[in-house]
């Protein structure tokens, strides 16, 4: 799809180390790009801690660039992905 991810650790029990997330538009400039120090699956969903995300704007339209950072305590992540696929 649109987002690529980068898990640099992966634990048992569902728990994931520092997932990095790319989120590009189709012409394939980038949106937005996430660090959460860890995913941790339950409830059948993943649930990010200690968000920072920076999106980037007006990025591959001929105007200036520009970035917005926001810090989040948790959110929730909507992926098809299973503990079940990482073991």
Same mark, same amino acid.
């Given at each position: ?6 898990? *640099?650790? =992966?634990? %048992? ?5 520092? =997932?990095?997330? +790319? ?16 995913? @941790?699956?339950?409830?059948? @969903? #993943?649930? $990010? ?5 920076? +999106?980037?704007?007006? =990025?591959? @339209? ?8 926001? *810090? =989040? %305590?948790?959110?929730? #992540?909507?992926?098809? $992905?299973? %503990?079940? $696929?990482?073991?």
């Amino acid at each position: 799809g649109d987002e690529f991810i980068h898990i *640099n650790a =992966v634990q %048992p029990g569902g728990l994931l180390i520092g =997932v990095t997330r +790319y989120t590009f538009d189709k012409e394939r400039h980038i949106l937005s790009s996430s660090f959460a120090k860890r995913a @941790q699956f339950a409830n059948e @969903q #993943w649930q $990010l801690t200690d968000v920072t995300t920076t +999106y980037f704007r007006n =990025v591959g @339209q001929g105007t200036k660039a520009t970035t917005e950072m926001i *810090n =989040v %305590p948790s959110e929730q #992540w909507d992926i098809a $992905l299973k %503990p079940e $696929l990482l073991n």
